[in-house]
């Protein structure tokens, strides 16, 4: 069990009223832009980084609506514990930060389940040494504006006497959605009260009597009541309001081997059934929760029922499993969890994107082609919510009654102990746990409001 990291006291709650233009964008919307760009930024004087991000500041997107339009480019800033700290914070204002983002992904390694080929000792240049301070995310609507916008933060300082580029990862959105497993992603995500976006059924909480509500806006944003009717925990200001804590992860998959193993294992149901039993979705969405036997067009196409339901009449699992991937990374009102109260302070904003080509219909041998999630979710506290997630309900059964079982899916195998029980009559086990992906590396960030951003471009 990970701590409690020890935080700044809470205090008393004020009414959310949102300033949209104080808010960077990507939290409360996900763009929509096929082209991204990660840059990985090492501060290496720290004058000249206020200047370049005094410059940036008018790219940076706020959360305020788009009255023209997409815009050709949107950027968004984020800072490690070490990029706070080598712009010179004052140490009680560093120490106001929480544990886990002090710390940082890399250290925490161990209780994550990062271990094997995912242990930061084997992940990619650049991140989880300390080396990166800076994170700057730009979106684009085609590779060309990608290019200037990239450009107009590195490529202009020639010498790097401002910044270091220590990691760069592209990312492209697949059609249709899709991710590399062929399942359409992004479709759950919370409902933030007061974000001023009509919610479809599903996205918030269960409110215990078969309907939805939002998610109090304190979860994922500082400086608002959180699902506790209390503030979240916040570093000091100017960082305690319109801030968000940014976990990144570079997730690597292994299309051809997970191709090849749904079709190795002679599930009655099928390879496709199989997969989506192991998901908890069918390819295009539909949940197994509504539809365990087949995909069902009408369904997925319908945003108001794709993702409006529940575990509470499948307390067996025998429509979706105890152990599939949405299950497990959010219970909602499954047996145990009290209506939803024990999901509802665990809920994350996904903001993930696809990298690298996909591999072609029906290949099965690996192309050598690096692929997979560049998974981004956005926080109030990275212990209560990401890191529970992927210690507690991922990388450890016990909270579903399934001992050690790891999620099927994303979870790091641990030799041959790791299985995974799809319930029915005869329940069919699988067994031990193959490897579909690896974590190449990861961060934790603090993306500051824009006022916070500026004081840290001025200060
Ligand atoms: C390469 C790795 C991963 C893949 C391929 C993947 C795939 C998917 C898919 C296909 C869905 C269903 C679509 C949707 O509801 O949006 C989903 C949902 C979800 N995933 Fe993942 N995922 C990955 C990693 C993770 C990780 C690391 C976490 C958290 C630590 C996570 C958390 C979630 C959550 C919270 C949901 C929504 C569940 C719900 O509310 O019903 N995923 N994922």
């Not at 004058?47 to 949107?74: C, D, K, N």
């Not at 991710?179 to 996205?203: C, K, T, Y």
């Not at 499948?314 to 429509?319: A, E, F, I, R």
């Not at 047996?335 to 099965?364: Q, T």
């Amino acid at each position: 069990m990970l701590g409690r990291p020890p935080n700044v006291p809470r205090r008393k709650p004020r009414r959310a009223d949102f300033d949209l233009e104080d808010i960077q964008g990507n939290v409360l919307r996900g763009y929509t832009h096929p082209a991204a760009a990660y840059l990985f930024l090492r501060i290496v004087d720290v004058e000249e980084a206020r200047a370049l991000m005094r410059r940036m500041l008018p790219q940076v997107a706020t959360a305020a609506p788009w009255i023209t339009g997409t815009p050709a480019t949107a950027m968004n800033v984020a800072f490690t514990f070490a990029g706070l700290s080598a712009l010179g914070l004052a140490p009680e204002v560093m120490e106001s930060f929480p544990a886990a983002f002090q710390d940082g992904m890399a250290a925490r390694a161990e209780q994550l389940g990062d271990r094997g080929p995912s242990a930061p000792s084997a992940w990619e240049e650049g991140l989880g040494t300390g080396d990166a301070h800076v994170l700057v995310t730009v979106y684009a609507i085609d590779w060309e504006h990608l290019r200037e916008a990239v450009v107009s933060v590195i490529g202009e300082d020639a010498e790097q006497r401002a910044v270091t580029l220590v990691h760069l990862q592209r990312a492209e959105a697949l059609p249709g959605g899709k991710d590399h497993f062929g399942f359409f992603d992004g479709i759950a995500q919370p409902a933030l009260r007061g974000a001023g976006v009509e919610p479809r059924p599903g996205d918030g909480q269960p409110d215990g009597a078969g309907g939805w509500r939002d998610v109090a806006t304190g979860e994922i944003l500082l400086g608002y009541e959180d699902e506790d009717g209390t503030l979240p925990a916040a570093p000091m200001a100017p960082f305690e309001r319109n801030g968000t804590f940014v976990v990144y992860r570079k997730l690597a998959m292994d299309t051809a081997a997970f191709r090849r193993y749904m079709a190795a294992q002679n599930y009655p149901g099928g390879a496709d059934q199989l997969a989506a039993k192991i998901v908890g979705r069918w390819p295009d969405g539909t949940p197994l929760a509504l539809s365990p036997d087949s995909p069902d067009a009408a369904l997925s196409s319908d945003s108001r029922r794709i993702n409006d339901f529940g575990y509470d009449d499948d307390p067996g699992g025998l429509k979706c499993p105890l152990g599939a991937h949405i299950r497990r990374a959010n219970p909602r009102d499954s047996i145990g969890f009290f209506n939803g109260r024990l999901s509802n302070r665990h809920r994350l904003v996904r903001r993930g994107r696809a990298y690298g080509k996909p591999l072609p219909p029906g290949v099965v041998e690996d192309d050598g082609v690096d692929r997979g999630l560049v998974f981004v979710c956005f926080q109030a506290d990275i212990w209560r919510q990401f890191e529970t997630v992927q210690a507690l309900w991922i990388d450890d059964g016990d909270p579903f009654g399934l001992g050690r079982d790891k999620d099927f899916l994303v979870g790091e195998p641990h030799g041959t102990e790791g299985k995974m029980t799809i319930q029915g009559h005869p329940p069919h086990f699988l067994k031990p746990q193959p490897r579909f992906v690896t974590l190449r590396g990861g961060e934790y960030l603090f993306q500051p409001s824009m006022s916070g951003l500026r004081y840290l471009a001025q200060a």
